[in-house]
């Protein structure tokens, strides 16, 4: 995906980080940054000679709701696992260790570091604070930085075009507090267009009919700025399993890669943590796509388990593990 003076510099750049990383007190001394080691999942698809891409889609844990104590968020991980300082070096690692082409992100909540740092890889992005945010009340992160959505992509393989965003509004056309966030995107190669869209919405039992809605008004908001020659790409972060109304409305339009690569199965989480009321472990994430115009030829499957605190933990800087894939453009 990268040139060979990329790749170099990348190495170097994350060398960088690890030496940073490894600065950094561990919570026991038996303890090692050391990302999950993944296998790809390949799809039993027909490959053609079309241009191949690579998509990163991951939910990075806003700063400002790491709170942890027995009583609050993710009262079984370490103190040392939440601080910014810890985690934004694992969470750039991750990145760069996959290099994408395009990198989406929700809850994002520090665009400024991942904008600087990203950049020395050879990306550029756009990020777009989210409805609400409920990061900006939250007093023990300091800064009070409302969240949002980000998409990256590398500038030597794609260039923008076009930023556009909106609320996602329910049937009484209110806002549902979540966020519809594009960029219209062209590839150097051929000037192929592409269009990357994501959102993050509201998570829980209760939220379900104002998910569904919102993800009504995110098809709307498709047809609204998609243009017929433009290829699509989804990176979202839906707050509710594959089987759950919202997801299975989308699906209608687009398919899910991991769908597809996994024969009809879905990943069993991309969230897995524990909070006072118990353990989660959610299938929340996708990337979706078209298939009449893009082909899916692998998936990087998720890690067996993740250990006993769960997520986030020295192998992974979010409660939440990336998606990342491989699609083909069908000609």
């Known amino acids: 995906m990268a040139t060979e003076t990329t790749n170099n510099r990348i190495q ?11 600065q950094i007190k561990p919570v026991s001394n038996s303890e090692h940054f050391v990302l999950y080691q993944r296998r790809w999942i390949e799809a039993n698809m027909p490959k053609n000679v079309g241009q191949i891409i690579r ?13 942890s104590s027995p009583r609050k968020n993710f009262c079984r991980t370490p103190q040392n696992h939440l601080s910014w300082d810890y985690r934004r070096y694992l969470l750039i690692h991750e990145i760069v260790a996959h290099m994408p082409d395009i990198v989406i992100l929700q809850e ?10 990203l950049k020395e890889f ?3 992005g756009k990020f777009q604070q ?6 900006v009340d939250m007093t023990e992160d300091g800064d009070g930085k409302p969240d949002g959505c980000a998409i990256f992509y590398h500038t030597s393989r794609l260039s923008l075009e076009e930023v556009i965003h909106r609320e996602l509004l329910n049937l009484m056309r209110f806002s549902t507090s979540s966020l519809a966030f594009a960029l219209k995107l062209k590839f150097l190669e051929d000037s192929k267009p592409l269009m990357v869209v994501t959102t ?7 939220a379900e009919k104002t998910r569904y809605e919102a993800c009504q008004d995110l098809i709307e908001f498709i047809k609204e700025n998609k243009d017929p020659e433009e290829l699509i790409v989804l990176g979202v972060d839906l707050g509710e399993n594959p089987w759950e109304k919202g997801h299975k409305f989308l699906t209608q339009t687009y398919k899910d890669v991991y769908n597809v690569a996994m024969e009809g199965r879905f990943p069993p989480y991309t969230t897995w943590r524990v909070r006072p009321l118990g353990e989660e472990r959610f299938c929340n994430d996708a990337i979706l796509i078209d298939q009449q115009q893009l082909r899916v030829l692998k998936v990087l499957d998720v890690p067996e388990t993740v250990g006993e605190n769960r997520l986030p933990n020295t192998s992974c800087g979010s409660d939440h593990i990336s998606l990342v894939t491989d699609l083909q453009v069908v000609i």
């Open 200 to 206: 993050h919405l509201k998570a829980g039992d209760a």
């Open 12 to 22: 170097a750049t994350v060398q960088g980080f690890l030496r940073n990383l490894n």
């Open 108 to 117: 994002c909540d520090r665009y400024e570091f991942f904008s600087l740092k």
């Open 130 to 135: 989210r409805p609400f945010s409920p990061c």
């Open 55 to 67: 998509v990163m889609s991951w939910n990075v844990l806003a700063q400002g709701l790491t709170t």
């Open 122 to 124: 050879g990306y550029k």
